[in-house]
């Protein structure tokens, strides 16, 4: 086994000690009285505790880091492409592309809390060796996806921020160097993480509530756009696009080990249900915010760009410039609070991003390692490929948007990775005990996870067809495609619990 200098190993072997999200000396502690102590039965919401602000103020973190992944540069250009094709016709998708996703993510959390465990460690032990490790690659592999946007979208707002003096790939080496800054803010504590991800939001926040109020959009459209749902045939592959970005896989696996940042007693239920009602209240005022700092770059490239020559050239290497174009400079030239905006969103998405890498190889793996060597290996998954890219494409952007296509496909295949096990262990009475989701709940989740993993698959359809020919490629496209469907139907078929419908609900939902 590999060792420091100090004789202390780098890797703890798997019969040693079991990998966990947090240590109980890392979590922090929720105040109790001696009142709620003595309940057997609670008397708020679900049979917990009444409410209480400062316990919500202690479980709040964990929903924020989350809500991130809503809000890194792959979203931004989704959102911005919307605005200029789509004008304000799609913000009512926006708002309920978020709310489905809010109900993962809710899933998600709820079986952290329930179960103590997140969800690759819970995969680990539902799946046998060989499914394991396919998980395991396709979750890293949709990490590494996302990480290389959320670089690249950093580096891009750095170049601008230096007047072009700093190129693409010195944005990239920079951005890298946040995983340094993560393992040293992780070492105050995880409140102290989580107030500098308060403090990048709130800067996205002001940066792209800046541009709103620059851009001045019509309140009365932008009304309409959010209450009357409208599609049209030149707008719905960037509605597609809209839902396809929202479900982000590594983030599903993230939230279900944040939420174990808190000490919950899973003895007591009652104990558990408060952590779960806190946690719905924190995880949907996070998403609400994420939902209007989108809103806010859909509206203002929608304002600036909608039926113009340049609506279909827009991306996220060219906004910028285009903005400062079309609204020009002022006290505070919008090209640098766009840069600004843009850079908080990358700087904290790729930070979550070595979060989630963490949890992902060591509840899959089931190995501890020394927190800064994890970090430098995950960081080094996406960081390497990134600077490449960075170095081939820097002087196209063309080819740029080219590429984020492509790694828009790779996170889309992913996403059933995700959703599947997650729908299949939150059922599972011998999994979740009474915390075990109800008929209800089940039905829709499973309908919003069908009609992501359906709008996936029209995104991967089109690509496919637009982007492979020939024989050679229509083949391995044809094979891939056969056993990628195969092992979904395997996951679903594992899932499968064949309790008579409908049965009757443990717990309050």
């Not at 080219?402 to 299949?424: D, G, H, R, T, Y």
């Not at 995104?459 to 044809?478: A, D, H, M, P, R």
Request: net charge negative; with cysteine.
């Amino acid at each position: 086994m590999p060792q420091l200098e100090n004789n202390e190993p780098l890797l703890i072997n798997e019969e040693e000690e079991e990998e966990t999200a947090y240590d109980e000396t890392e979590k922090v502690h929720i105040v109790r009285n001696e009142e709620e102590d003595d309940l057997e039965h609670g008397v708020g919401c679900g049979g917990a505790p009444p409410f209480s602000w400062k316990k919500l103020w202690l479980f709040t973190g964990p929903g924020f880091l989350m809500s991130i992944a809503f809000l890194d540069p792959g979203n931004l250009e989704g959102d911005l492409q919307a605005g200029a094709v789509a004008g304000y016709s799609l913000l009512w998708l926006l708002m309920w592309a978020t709310a489905m996703g809010l109900l993962v993510q809710l899933l998600s959390a709820r079986l952290g809390v329930a179960t103590g465990r997140h969800l690759a460690e819970l995969c680990r032990d539902e799946y046998p060796t060989w499914a394991r490790m396919v998980l395991w690659v396709m979750a890293e592999l949709a990490l590494i996806g996302s990480d290389i946007q959320e670089v690249i979208g950093s580096a891009i707002a750095i170049k601008i921020l230096s007047n072009g003096i700093l190129p693409l790939w010195a944005g990239v080496v920079i951005t890298a160097l946040d995983c340094f800054v993560f393992l040293f803010l992780e070492n105050y504590g995880i409140r102290k993480l989580e107030a500098v991800f308060a403090v990048l939001i709130a800067t996205m926040g002001v940066s792209f509530a800046w541009m709103f109020g620059q851009a001045k959009p019509s309140g009365s459209e932008l009304l309409i756009g959010i209450l009357v749902p409208k599609l049209s045939s030149r707008t719905i592959q960037k509605a597609v696009g809209v839902v396809g970005c929202i479900i982000m896989p590594h983030n599903v696996f993230l939230h279900s080990a944040l939420v174990q940042s808190r000490e919950v007693d899973k003895r007591q239920k009652y104990r558990v249900q408060e952590a779960l009602n806190y946690y719905t209240i924190e995880s949907t005022i996070a998403l609400f915010i994420s939902f209007l700092i989108n809103l806010f770059v859909t509206t203002v490239f929608a304002k600036g760009f909608y039926n113009t020559d340049l609506a279909n050239s827009i991306g996220l290497v060219n906004a910028g410039q285009y903005l400062q174009e079309k609204y020009g400079g002022g006290v505070f030239p919008i090209l640098y609070i766009w840069a600004i905006g843009l850079l908080a969103a990358g700087q904290s998405s790729t930070i979550t991003g070595t979060y989630a890498g963490q949890f992902i190889m060591g509840g899959f793996l089931n190995f501890k390692m020394k927190k800064w060597l994890r970090a430098l290996i995950t960081r080094s998954c996406a960081i390497i490929p990134t600077i490449i890219v960075a170095l081939v494409f820097d002087s196209s952007e063309a080819t740029l948007d080219v590429l984020n296509e492509w790694l828009n496909v790779l996170q889309s295949i992913q996403i059933p990775f995700a959703l599947i096990p997650l729908l299949c262990l939150v059922s599972k009475e011998q999994i979740m005990s009474s915390f075990k989701i109800g008929p209800l709940y089940k039905t829709i989740a499973w309908l919003v996870a069908a009609l992501v993993i359906m709008i996936n698959g029209y995104l991967l359809l089109e690509f496919f067809s637009n982007e492979v020919s020939g024989i050679v490629y229509t083949g391995f496209v044809t094979l891939f495609t056969a056993s990628y469907g195969a092992f979904i139907l395997y996951l679903i078929a594992r899932g499968i619990t064949f309790t008579p419908w409908p049965f009757k609900a443990e717990s309050s939902h």
